[in-house]
């Protein structure tokens, strides 16, 4: 019922700046906590950020300070700003959807099909 679609990843050198975009259907958007997840080739799919209705956010250890999820409720988007890229980084991420507010992958219930981020040092 709710779709999401990632874009904006591509190949970046380390040190430098993505922004990718998660677009969602639908009229309730603001309702849900939306997170970013990502993968890695060869290994388990982890939690990045999330930001929840009420616009608090949380981050995985990894990427505070560096990383900020935004959220437009006007688009329906959300959106992942990363900096200081380094090529830990590179993965396929994922955005997500929830009815719950929490950081935990099992407890959302939409997800986005990826888009691919390669960090070269």
């Known amino acids: 019922q709710v779709q999401l679609v990632e874009s904006g990843g591509e190949l970046v050198q380390a040190g430098g700046s993505l922004r990718l975009s998660c677009a969602a259907s639908?009229?309730?958007?603001?309702?849900?906590?939306m997170g970013w997840f990502r993968q890695a080739p060869g290994k388990e799919r982890e939690f990045v950020a999330t930001?929840?209705?009420?616009?608090?956010?949380d981050y995985a250890d990894f990427v505070k300070g560096r990383f900020t999820i935004v959220r437009d409720n006007a688009k329906n988007t959300v959106y992942l700003q990363m900096n200081s890229l380094k090529p830990e980084d590179t993965a396929v991420y994922y955005c997500a959807a929830s009815k719950r507010a929490t950081m935990i992958q099992d407890e959302y219930d939409y997800w986005g099909q990826g888009t691919q981020v390669t960090v070269s040092s």
């Open positions: 639908g009229r309730t958007f603001s309702s849900y906590t």
């Open positions: 930001i929840m209705w009420s616009g608090y956010r």
